[in-house]
């Protein structure tokens, strides 16, 4: 089934912000249900398969360990998602989990990315998740509330989450000493802008796009001690956001390609860069 992508990304891209104050109430039957539909169409370039898990009103209120430790107020239901533990699986998830927030965007439902700061085995006991799984990302879905508590106003200022890297930080030409100039890649000027918008764990923007022999390649910088707070590299999943944008705006604006996790090109590397994946144009 192929992803029924009827909405402008970068419409979507700018509704969708972190939402941690929700209306509690729950969404309608008939947008749930559409919801599940767009989930079904979902896949991804690195073909890993990305498991969807729903969490209603009714369940949480059996369980008394769930917890999102004060950052999401008001939210009356989650989806949650899980993997096989596998090479590029991460990315699978980041980059499947980003579409459907843009999408839950565009339908004007907030979400917010949580992968530090739930419960995890409450709300895996409650999702029903095999032990079997890796259970790396949950977020609430619901309409946003008017106000931002206190918490989520503190949360925002200290990761700095209206705050992007500059361009040149992020895109290299050739080389990592050479800045990509925005003039010489008008066709995939904009992709490249969705790219530097996505929203990234703490905000810190791993990704790296490099131009070389007519691809695009895609690195991971690993930011020092930052993973070791997590059971697995929470960067990863960032990398798979930083693909769905970058693929999305390619296809809305019609140009052909493909990602290729074995295309890593002959470049020196930085210091924590570590390559990722590449696009190949048709």
């Known amino acids: 089934?192929?992803?029924?992508?009827?909405?402008?990304?970068?419409?979507?891209?700018?509704?969708?912000?972190?939402?941690?104050?929700?209306?509690?109430?729950?969404?309608?039957?008939?947008t749930r249900k559409e919801v599940e539909g767009f989930i079904a169409s979902l896949s991804n370039p690195f073909k890993k398969e990305v498991e969807f898990h729903f969490l209603d009103?009714?369940?949480?209120?059996?369980?008394?360990?769930?917890g999102t430790y004060g950052v999401i107020k008001g939210a009356k239901q989650y989806i949650g998602?899980?993997?096989?533990?596998?090479?590029?699986?991460?990315?699978?998830?980041?980059?499947?989990?980003?579409?459907?927030?843009?999408?839950?965007a565009h339908k004007g439902l907030g979400t917010c990315w949580l992968g530090g700061t739930f419960n995890r085995k409450g709300f895996a006991g409650a999702m029903n998740i095999k032990e079997d799984e890796l259970f790396p990302i949950i977020t609430?879905?619901?309409?946003?509330?008017?106000?931002?508590?206190?918490?989520?106003?503190?949360?925002r200022k200290l990761i700095k989450a209206d705050q992007r890297k500059k361009w040149q930080e992020l895109f290299f030409n050739k080389d990592f000493q050479t800045p990509l100039p925005k003039v010489a890649v008008e066709e995939v000027a904009f992709p490249l802008e969705m790219v530097r918008l996505g929203p990234s764990a703490s905000?810190?923007?791993?990704?790296?796009?490099?131009?070389?022999?007519?691809?695009?390649?895609?690195?991971?910088?690993?930011?020092?001690?930052?993973?070791?707070?997590?059971s697995y590299d929470i960067q990863r999943v960032d990398m798979g956001i930083a693909a769905a944008h970058f693929d999305l705006a390619l296809r809305e604006k019609g140009i052909e390609g493909a990602f290729d996790?074995?295309?890593?090109?002959?470049?020196?590397?930085p210091e924590h860069m570590e390559y990722a994946f590449s696009w190949i144009a048709n």
């Open 57 to 66: 009103a009714k369940a949480m209120e059996d369980r008394e360990k769930l």
């Open 81 to 104: 998602t899980t993997i096989k533990d596998e090479a590029k699986a991460l990315e699978a998830l980041g980059y499947e989990m980003e579409v459907l927030m843009l999408y839950l």
């Open 140 to 155: 609430p879905y619901g309409y946003p509330a008017e106000n931002k508590h206190l918490k989520e106003r503190a949360m």
């Open 261 to 269: 996790t074995e295309r890593e090109p002959a470049v020196e590397l």
């Open 203 to 230: 905000n810190k923007q791993p990704w790296r796009i490099l131009r070389k022999n007519n691809a695009w390649h895609f690195y991971e910088y690993k930011e020092p001690g930052y993973s070791k707070y997590f």
């Open 1 to 30: 089934m192929e992803m029924n992508i009827n909405f402008s990304i970068e419409e979507a891209v700018e509704k969708r912000v972190s939402v941690r104050n929700y209306v509690p109430r729950e969404v309608e039957p008939d």
